[in-house]
């Protein structure tokens, strides 16, 4: 007992000491604190405070009569929606189509990120760093609008293209076409994304010591080799932590992309996914207290993924926290 009141007197000296620390060493970079202090009101404004609009969700809310004399109708809203016909058709497309992504967009970056180390001409490197991370800068209505004009039936490039080469006979309305919606926003995204992503690979690649290079060269590695023993297990934890949010993120299927590419209303059978359920239910419908109750599900399954991606990454040593 005396042992744990002297140990219980002596943490609190330490505690005080530490705040007194943090405290000098606050007062001292106070410029910084200036400087930050904008952002933190920016992400209080726009982040945490509309987060309390979330009890919409357990409400029958109307406009009219606002959060305070809206009824209370708890989980009704999360029933209807696991009891809606349209669960199945929702989750289907967005497990996909997320899945489909992680597949293809996720380790596209890395190999353009290898691909690129490889490249000894720096003129040419540098050329396909700034063509590749280009598109990433234009917005979603911009790249849908020259994915539209390129897949038209009338005057698209593929399509005139493909019947040059006589692989086709008849223009392809290829948005309007189940089958290719899938497969063509996925390509997009992938165009879209690549290049920025693969900077962080290559700032990941470019910090690695060049005496591990010449060592396994003098020991008769080629290239291939090098990328696989050497790169790769470099470049490892970086590898994880997007891995991480990227499976915190896998309902997150898209929503721009998809709202202006699924445009066509016979395509909803296919692109009809979390966001643009939420979208078209609170938006258009008018249901915000239904659309509300979907977000926050998507929300919780996402914050759980991300706990578990995240312990399955300690194991490895790699995690966020």
Known sequence: MKQTATAIRTDRPAARRSGQALGSRLLRQWELQLMVIPALILI????YFPMYGVIIAFQDYSVFKGF???????????NDFFQSPELGLVMRNTMVISLLKLLIGFPAPILLAILLNEVRNLFFKRLVQTVSYLPYFLSWVIVANFAIALLSTDNGSVN????KLNVIDEPIPYLSVLEYFWTIIVSTNVWKEIGFGSIVYIAAIASIDPSLYESASID???RFRMTYLITLPCIMPVIMIFSILAIGNLLDAGFEDLLLLGVNPALRDVSDVLDTYVYRMGINLGRYSFATAVGLFKAIVSVGLLTL??????RTGNSLW
């Open 309 to 314: 991606a995240n312990y399955l990454a300690r």
């Open 68 to 78: 305070w004399d809206s009824p209370w109708v708890g989980f009704k809203h999360f």
């Open 44 to 47: 209080l404004v726009f982040s």
């Open 160 to 163: 005139i293209l493909l019947q």
């Open 220 to 222: 008769g590695a080629n």
